[in-house]
């Protein structure tokens, strides 16, 4: 069983992989589709641990070049639960971009609830 | 699910990124998302192949394979070696046209347009009805959609989805779709300079569809009960390598009108699938030699009543199965969910997201009055007569259809609708059964030929074909570098290759490359001078000029890409 919380990013191209892959503490898995079907080009899943949020954070930011944006992140807890938050992101948010968004994935509002 | 995909062995598409709890109403009206729209195409495109005579075959005989897999395993050697080679046959034939399979869906993405002739593809009018059904447009349906499409073609989601093609593996037995998906654009962009009615993207993918799977030559194979495992999968490889082959060499000139007049008064090949369990049609517009004689429909049908008198006797729910799967092939699954329903004390039926009412009509009778609870709404398009319904089930059991236009699914169809839950289903139990047959001595020998035999064939098929304006002498170094990661391999720049995505959207789609629209889209760039870069980089490592700037109308032309 895994010791931490593990938050997990969907839907992400071989060419966000590709541009990922130096990235330490990052874990790519393929999304699967029913054995023998046929569909879109393969896309990946990121999972990483609470030490690598940043490096998460900074490709959402990058992913959307710097614009307002909302994605989902996956937080899969060590018992199994998964929650999933809505990240969302607006440029003129006059918090700093990396850590509003690292909040808002490890699921802390704004009154640090 | 993540991803969306659509299942050869029973033709079920699952979109994932429709989401039918919130827009159940979008897609009745036909006001989806066009974020939505590539996804749809890709899809639709897939959907479209297999419904048709190759695809019904496919299904017959992996099914009739792994349904005795599944309720009797292995009982001799004989039924062994006959299961053997259905199931080889259909992986066989399966993966060696995954390519085309891809790239008519990539094509269907980024090159799909309508041009002169009078006919339409399916992927194109179901779209201009999902995406613009609701504005009404009559006649200009179509006109509106094309303009559209042109239009969404050079926004971040078309581009970026182009850009990531570029990057995947050219190599057919890492991945199917760049090598495919060029491999369809040489087909293309060969063939439209010989007939004129191939400037029509719209045609030429209709065409191209039926010549694969309308090819009723290539049924016979599969069908064939006097064959083994290795003569199989070298008669099939065989077979389809050499169709393929032969495109660009066949006289077109008269299948074309041919064609194009067939679809026009649905005069095509109309076969009729009739035994005791099941009487159905496969439409389709042979392309070629391709007829359906007598023997060929004796054996049809008998592996039609085959398949319905061995599972009426081990599974009773195969037998619904079967016939959702040939009967109502055509149907097209877009979405399913779970929702709360109300029946009055009148007997209006209502379906609510978030207590919001989406859909009401007269319930049926069955459901009885003043009744409230959770039923399954499976979203379904109907080729013929064309409609899109509702379908509501209780407890995996469908009882009524809604439709805006308050038609309802007669009972008879009704009856061969299956929600997709339980398709699903089925298709995990199906694909469990090979598992007996995966640790078979005989039978992995046989898998191993044929997937050595795909690899040996598969690259020269279709990549060759695809780098067809390259110079033999460049296509070892070419092939080395879009092996590992596609065209990036040759540009090996981020900012070139999605300046050559644009270069090509822009020249598939007929825009004016000076347009106020695009100059915000190259910004700062001069597009002779980007033509000019990427053309310098495509002859170094292709040998060939792949664009050229049309300067009277600021057009772009392109060869391949």
């Not at chain 1, 998964?82 to 490890?106: F, L, M, Y």
Request: hydrophobic residues 40%.
């Amino acid at each position: 069983m895994q010791s931490e919380s593990i938050y997990v990013l969907h839907g992400v191209t071989k060419r966000e992989k590709m541009q990922l892959s130096s990235e330490p503490d990052i874990k790519f898995e393929e999304e699967e589709i029913p054995d023998g079907a046929i569909g879109e080009p393969a896309t990946f899943i990121i999972m990483v641990t609470m030490a690598a949020l940043s490096t998460l954070a900074a490709y959402l930011l990058r992913k959307h070049k710097g614009e307002s944006f909302e994605e989902d992140v996956e937080e899969r807890l060590p018992d199994g639960t998964v929650k999933i938050r809505k990240v969302k992101w607006t440029k003129s948010s006059s918090e700093a971009p990396e850590a509003d968004i690292i909040k808002q994935i490890q699921g802390v509002t704004s009154l640090g609830k | 699910m993540p991803r969306s995909f659509t299942h050869p062995l029973t033709n079920t598409v699952v979109l994932d990124k429709l989401d039918i709890t919130t827009h159940l109403a979008d897609v009745m009206i036909g006001g989806l998302s066009t974020k939505v729209l590539p996804v749809f195409l890709h899809e639709v495109t897939h959907h479209w192949c297999f419904s048709s005579p190759v695809g019904t075959a496919l299904s017959i005989i992996a099914i009739d394979a792994r349904a005795k897999l599944a309720t009797m395993g292995i009982s001799d050697e004989l039924e062994k070696e006959k299961i053997a080679t259905d199931e080889i046959k259909y992986n066989t034939t399966l993966s060696i046209l995954q390519p085309i399979l891809e790239g008519l869906s990539l094509f269907a993405e980024f090159d799909l347009l309508t041009g002169d002739s009078q006919i339409v593809s399916l992927p194109t009018s179901i779209s201009a009805l999902m995406f613009l059904g609701r504005q009404n447009l009559g006649d200009k349906l179509l006109d509106n959609f094309k303009a559209g499409l042109q239009l969404y073609r050079v926004t971040t989601d078309f581009i970026s989805r182009k850009t990531d093609l570029l990057y995947d593996s050219f190599d057919c037995n890492k991945s199917s779709y760049l090598a495919g998906y060029l491999f369809i654009k040489s087909q293309f962009n060969v063939v439209k300079r010989s007939y004129d009615q191939f400037n029509d993207a719209d045609f030429f993918m209709h065409y191209y569809r039926s010549y694969i799977f309308d090819d009723w030559e290539l049924v016979r194979l599969l069908l064939d009960t006097e064959t083994s495992p290795i003569y199989a999968v070298e008669d099939i490889i065989e077979y389809i390598a050499n169709r393929v082959s032969n495109f660009l060499q066949l006289d077109h000139s008269i299948s074309i009108q041919k064609f194009e007049n067939d679809v026009l008064t649905q005069t095509g090949c109309r076969y009729k699938i009739q035994n005791k369990w099941i009487i159905c049609e496969v439409f389709s517009v042979p392309i070629g030699e391709c007829e359906v004689d007598d023997k060929l429909s004796e054996l049809l049908n008998k592996r039609v009543s085959d398949l319905f008198s061995f599972s009426a006797k081990e599974i009773n729910s195969m037998v619904y199965l079967i016939q959702a799967i040939i009967g109502f092939r055509g149907a097209l699954h877009l979405g399913h969910a779970e929702l709360k329903a109300k029946v009055s004390k009148t007997g209006w039926l209502s379906i609510y997201n978030n207590d919001l009412p989406l859909l009401a009509q007269q319930a049926p009778e069955e459901m009885g009055l003043d009744w409230a609870g959770m039923v399954e709404a499976d979203i379904i398009y109907v080729p013929q007569p064309t409609g899109l319904y509702t379908i509501i089930s209780k407890d995996g059991i469908p009882i009524t259809s809604l439709s805006l236009s308050g038609k309802k699914m007669g009972k008879n169809e009704l009856s061969y609708f299956l929600n997709s839950k339980k398709v699903l289903g089925a298709i995990s139990i199906l694909n469990g059964a090979t598992k007996v047959l995966e640790s078979d001595k005989d039978y992995k020998e046989y898998c191993e030929y044929a997937s050595e035999f795909i690899k040996i064939n598969i690259n020269n098929l279709y990549c060759l074909n695809a780098l067809i304006f390259t110079k033999d002498e460049l296509i070892p170094k070419a092939y080395e570098k879009m092996f590992e990661s596609g065209l990036y391999g040759i540009f090996n720049n981020d900012d070139l290759l999605s300046d050559c995505v644009l270069a090509s959207l822009i020249s598939s789609n007929y825009l004016n490359a000076k347009s106020e629209k695009l100059k915000d889209i190259w910004v700062n760039k001069n597009v002779e001078e980007t033509i000019d870069e990427l053309n310098n980089i495509i002859y170094k490592h292709l040998g060939f000029y792949n664009f050229a700037f049309l300067e009277e109308a600021n057009a772009i032309h392109s060869n391949l890409l």
